[in-house]
C-alpha cells in the first residue's frame, strides 16, 4: 500500500509558476513545493514578524505573492483570520490548527468539529495490481459554532501532525459574505481570494478555483 507520505495532490494544488528575471528572495516565496523552508532573506532579517507573514497570491490578478500588510490582513474577516492569523499565530499542521481553536475561551469557540475520510480513488478495488495505487486519500475537517454554523473547512492529508503535507482550507466571512481560500505553503500562509473571485474575470476557473476546492468543501 502506498505510504501516506506519497500520496501527491497535484490537481489540488495551483501552481505558482516561476518567471525570469526574480530575485532570490521572490524565488524562495514562490516556490511552489510544499517541502521548501522558506529561507529568511538579508532583506528581511530586520523583520520580527516574517515567520508569521501571509501572502497574497490570486491565480490571474497576482504575477507573484506579496506580503498582506496589516492594513489588508485587518480586511480579512473570516473565523480563520479572526481566530489565529490576526493574533500573530501560525499554525503549519492540521493538529496545530484545531489545537488552537479548542483553547479559545467559550465565547469564540467553535466546539463542533466534524470529521471525514475522502479519496479520489476511494471506490477502485483493491487488487495487487492497484496496490501501490495513489488513492489522494485526505481529511476533511469541519469546525462550527454553537449554532453548528460551519465556519472553517480543512482539507488535509492524513498525516494531522506534519508541517508539509497538503493543507488548504477555506472560512467563511461574515462581512462581505463569501469564503477565504487559504493554503499553507512551506512555512507560510497563502491567501488565495475569495468566493467571489471564483465567479468573475479573471479569476474565474483559476488557481483553487478550478472547481477541486470549491467541490470538496463547499
Same mark, same amino acid.
Given at each position: ?25 521572490? %524565488? ?12 529568511? #532573506? ?7 514578524? !516574517?515567520?508569521?507573514?501571509? =501572502? ?16 489588508? %490582513? ?26 488552537? %481553536? ?36 485526505? =481529511? ?21 501532525? #506534519? ?18 481560500? !487559504? ?5 507560510? &500562509?497563502? &491567501? ?27
Amino acid at each position: 500500500m502506498t505510504d501516506r507520505k506519497k500520496h501527491t495532490f497535484p490537481t489540488r494544488q495551483y501552481p505558482y509558476k516561476k518567471s525570469e528575471n526574480i530575485t532570490k528572495e521572490e %524565488l524562495e516565496i514562490k516556490n511552489f513545493s510544499i517541502k521548501s523552508s522558506f529561507k529568511l #532573506s538579508e532583506s528581511n532579517k530586520s523583520r520580527s514578524d !516574517y515567520r508569521n507573514q501571509l =501572502f497574497r497570491f490570486i491565480v490571474g490578478l497576482d504575477s507573484q505573492p506579496t506580503v498582506i500588510e496589516i492594513e489588508e %490582513l485587518n480586511n480579512l474577516n473570516d473565523a480563520f483570520a479572526r481566530l489565529i492569523l490576526k493574533r500573530g499565530l501560525n499554525p503549519l499542521s492540521l493538529n496545530e490548527i484545531l489545537q488552537i %481553536l479548542d483553547d479559545l475561551n467559550e465565547a469564540e469557540a467553535l466546539p463542533n468539529q466534524s470529521s471525514f475520510l475522502a479519496a479520489d480513488g476511494g471506490q477502485i478495488i483493491w487488487t495487487e495490481s492497484t496496490n501501490n495505487l495513489n488513492r489522494q486519500f485526505r =481529511f476533511v475537517t469541519s469546525r462550527s459554532n454553537i449554532n453548528n454554523e460551519s465556519q472553517i473547512l480543512i482539507s488535509s492529508s492524513t498525516l494531522p501532525n #506534519s508541517k508539509d503535507q497538503f493543507l488548504q482550507l477555506i472560512s467563511w466571512d461574515n462581512i462581505i459574505g463569501s469564503f477565504n481560500f !487559504y493554503e499553507r505553503r512551506g512555512n507560510f &500562509w497563502f &491567501w488565495a481570494g475569495n468566493s467571489f473571485h471564483a465567479l468573475q474575470a479573471p479569476t474565474r476557473g483559476k488557481g483553487p478555483f478550478d472547481s477541486h476546492v470549491m467541490v470538496q468543501l463547499s
